[in-house]
């Protein structure tokens, strides 16, 4: 603790400060901090057989996407620890994640790495929410290039820095430890389609054209077999069950309907799939 920055560490000699909601950014004097406390299971035994049972359905759903099938008890070593580690590993690195001050079994400190890239979204105009969305897709296709994996790629956890850059939170998915690494982001690159296809920051009618754009710009810039066979693979299990994607067609609601969407693109990946015509962005 001696080491920290002087507010901060007065800031957490504070007790009362340990405690409180999940997740805090706070702003001092010597920058600014984001704060993840130990997830707190008030139904004690409850919440942990549901996050075995979470862990058990995860399993499975790996075996069906992936072909390969993870311990359970593989998939709970996701506390704040295991970030903390994960973050070090990947700042060490030279990634842009956040850098980690301290980490104890209670309480994870980072240094705050900009505004999550969903309220940039939020607040920009249309062009250029097409460019910030191109460039997290670049982003993560150069993260997987280099080798690495996020396991939480989705929008929320992308920021955008005060140096103008793409930096990446939330790593306390563990899945990426047991799946092969093509597998691990391959799910990565779902994630990140899923939550484009949800986004109301783009207009409805424009929304399988612009996941075509995601897909063949990700493709482009990380042409990677095994990434890509992982990726059919999706694909093909969205086709055998096309059936269901028209009657889920016909409900409302984002979550339904961008599930829907992605079986669409996913499924483009089932045509000849070295088609050069890169789509334009919606104007």
Known sequence: MDALPEHLR????????????RIDEIDLPDGRYVIKRREAYALGRVALWAKRARAWLMSRVCGWLFGVRPAP??????????????LQYLFAHGQRVPEVLLSTPDILVMRNVGDVLTDVLRDADMPARLHWLDRAVQDTARFHREGFWHG?????NLTL???????????????GDVLPLAAIQAYDFFQMLQSVMMSPRYPADDML???????????QAHPEPAVRAALVRIGRIFRRISWLLRLLARIPGRDVQAFVRSGAVMKLLLNDGTDDSHPRLPA
């Open 10 to 21: 007065r800031w957490l000699d504070n007790a009362d400060n340990w405690k409180g909601e």
């Open 73 to 86: 008890a593989a998939l709970l070593h996701n506390d704040i620890q295991a970030e903390g580690r994960r």
């Open 152 to 156: 939480g790629a989705q929008l929320r």
């Open 161 to 175: 820095g005060q140096d103008g850059q793409i930096w990446r939170i939330d790593f306390e998915e563990s899945a």
């Open 209 to 219: 054209r612009l996941g075509q754009h995601v897909l063949y710009t990700y493709l």
